[in-house]
Every structure is written in C-alpha cells, then in structure tokens.
C-alpha cells in the first residue's frame, strides 16, 4: 500500500503596502506594470501569498510630503505582511539637503516598520532611480544627478542598516536603461514595465527571504 499523498500546506495570504513617489505608481505605465503589482505577481508565482498592494503614492513626493499623506490617509493598520518604499528622487530634483532626508527618511522608516506591526524584518526599501540617464535628463549634467543619486542612497542604504531593514539596489539597472527608448515611457523620464520587471526581480530573492 501507498501512503496517502500529504495535501499541501495552504498558501498564507500576505498583504502588502507600497509607499512612494511617481516611481512606485508607475508614472504613465499601465497600472498593471507598477514594479509592485509585478512584485506581487512574481512572489505568487513562487508559492508566496502575497497580495495586490495597497498604494500610498504620488507623482512628485518628497519624503515629507509622503509622510504627511500617509499621516492624512486614514489608513492606520499596524497588520501588513510586507511593506515596501522607494522615496528620494524629489528630494534631490529640488535641491534638498541629504541632512534633511536622512530626518525624514528615518522617520518614514518607523512609519513603514509601524504599518508592518513593528516588524523591521518585514520591510524592503529599494533605491533611488538615475532620472540623470533618462531622456527627459539630456542637456543637463547627467554626472552631478548621479553623483548627488549616489550620495542620497548612501544615505537611505545606512539608515536601512541601522534599522536592520533590507535595501535592494535597483539603480544600477535604470542606468543600464540609457538609451534604450523601450524602458521609458512617453514622457522620457519615468520608466515602462520592462525596466520595472527587472526592479521587482531583483527585489523577489530578498522578499523571499524576509517572509520565510
């Protein structure tokens, strides 16, 4: 006789919260392609439960003004399996200082382990996108917005750090973009679900990890 075949263990539903700017929302992209919604897809197909994402996000945020909408959302839930945020790039596009963004990046950590039940093990920043190698940046000086992305993710990377909370590195991967019109959407400066894809890949293995 055989033995009976166990039943597989059933799939624990994981919601998830994304926090950002223009990046998170998919500026001009289908919402469908947001990296997100992509993410989500990617870890169901890997036998993780995670669900479509709440989104707390706007074209055009700093991390203040994502902190003041978060605050102002209604959304006070302290029970989210996953939380992600990508938040910097206006910041630096206005010309504010990296001291200030350390305040309000720190603060919007707590706020993201906070919505995640105080699990810092539950939350994944990704980095700051190149906007200085798209082709909305041509004419401008494209090193300086690299250097000063740089020096805006050394920030975030250190502040994940010491808050023991993950940080995927998807910059490089939105200069690997330059010049290929296929990763942008119409406007020339945010980017399309192909380039997307390949943040929600990269961030997937360390997901995988932090819900284990």
């Given at each position: 006789m055989y033995a009976p075949v166990p039943a597989p263990a059933p799939v624990v539903p994981v919601s998830y919260l994304a926090l950002g700017d223009s990046y998170t929302i998919g500026e001009g992209a289908p919402a469908a392609d947001r990296w997100p919604v992509q993410l989500a897809g990617l870890a169901q197909q890997t036998g993780?439960?995670?669900?479509?994402?709440?989104?707390?996000?706007?074209?055009?945020?700093t991390t203040a003004e994502l902190q003041e909408a978060v605050q102002g959302s209604g959304n006070h839930r302290t029970d989210y399996g996953l939380v992600s945020l990508l938040i910097g790039v206006n910041n630096q596009y206005r010309g504010q200082t990296q001291a200030l963004y350390r305040i309000e990046f720190r603060a919007l950590l707590a706020t993201a382990v906070q919505f995640a039940g105080g699990r810092p093990g539950r939350v994944v920043v990704l980095s700051i996108p190149d906007w200085g190698q798209t082709?909305?940046?041509?004419?401008?000086?494209?090193?300086?917005?690299?250097?000063?992305i740089d020096q805006f993710n050394a920030v975030a990377r250190d502040e994940c750090r010491q808050a023991s909370i993950a940080f995927v590195d998807i910059?490089?991967?939105?200069?690997?973009?330059?010049?290929?019109?296929?990763?942008f959407v119409n406007d020339?400066?945010?980017?399309?679900?192909?380039?997307?894809?390949?943040?929600?890949?990269?961030?997937?293995?360390?997901?995988?990890?932090?819900?284990?």
């Open positions: 993780l439960g995670v669900q479509p994402p709440d989104i707390i996000a706007r074209t055009g945020w082709p909305f940046a041509k004419g401008r000086d494209q090193n300086q917005i690299g250097l000063e910059t490089f991967l939105t200069r690997s973009a330059a010049g290929d019109a296929s990763q020339g400066l945010h980017y399309a679900g192909p380039q997307m894809r390949l943040w929600a890949q990269q961030a997937l293995p360390v997901v995988q990890g932090l819900l284990k």
